[in-house]
């Protein structure tokens, strides 16, 4: 069962911006106009990711359910895998912009994910566990590299809090060696439930789900050709 009260509620002036940055948005929002002058980064289960400057906006669909993104974010922001949370209200929120590639971006493109990397992976999700926190629904889309090579988990709007985390600590360990197999840093598994969560992994079903997801949220905004490009003036500069 998910649980968002634990921890103290943000009030809207708790965080420091500029209020002339939040009247700005506040307005556009409410007029129901970010989608003509705030270009679009993403959209997930609880809202829509605009850019502006260098934040990313995000505006929460109305189900009050789905919101529970900066409370999880406010936790969480002494590590440095997690964007900076700069503004909370009830209808949007404002974080740093990332700037980089998701992972399935960057597998798409040839690249493969370091053991570095996915060790600083490893070490968001035992913070988050350590604190309670379930970090569900963490795929491909939702982690990205920053231009610096670090890992940063960009949307947690399905994380949870319980008060049980050793129930799920299992299907924490399954969906890493997931995660680290897709990403090309292949490893020998025992576990039985896990070969047939592997074999399933590598069938054109699944192929066909992963197509469908990436495209349908992140191509739009992202091609390989770009990747190549910027990752040539990043290792030329």
Not at 25 to 31: H, M, T
Not at 35 to 50: A, I, T
Request: aromatic share 10%; hydrophobic share 35%.
């Amino acid at each position: 069962m998910r649980k968002l009260e634990r921890g103290p509620m943000m009030d809207r002036h708790a965080l420091s911006i500029d209020p002339a940055v939040v009247e700005h948005l506040g307005a556009i929002i409410a007029a129901g106009k970010m989608d003509q002058h705030h270009r679009l980064l993403g959209e997930g289960l609880s809202g829509k990711v605009y850019e502006f400057e260098h934040y990313a906006v995000k505006v929460f669909k109305t189900d009050p359910s789905e919101k529970g993104d900066a409370v999880l974010l406010a936790e969480l922001q002494e590590h440095p895998a997690f964007p900076t949370l700069h503004y909370k209200e009830d209808q949007f929120m404002i974080v740093d912009k990332v700037s980089g590639y998701t992972l399935g971006q960057a597998l798409k493109a040839g690249e493969k994910l370091t053991e570095r990397q996915f060790s600083q992976i490893e070490e968001a999700i035992e913070r988050c566990y350590g604190q309670g926190i379930i970090p569900d629904d963490l795929h491909l889309n939702n982690i990205m590299i920053d231009q610096d090579g670090q890992v940063k988990i960009v949307d947690v709007g399905r994380f949870f809090y319980t008060d049980h985390p050793a129930a799920h600590k299992g299907e924490l360990a399954e969906d890493l060696e997931a995660l680290k197999y897709h990403c090309g840093l292949f490893v020998f598994f025992s576990s039985s439930k896990w070969k047939r969560k592997r074999r399933y992994y590598s069938s054109s079903d699944y192929r066909r789900h992963w197509r469908h997801s990436y495209s349908s949220s992140h191509r739009r905004h992202y091609s390989s050709s770009d990747w190549h490009v910027r990752r040539r003036k990043r290792y030329s500069s």
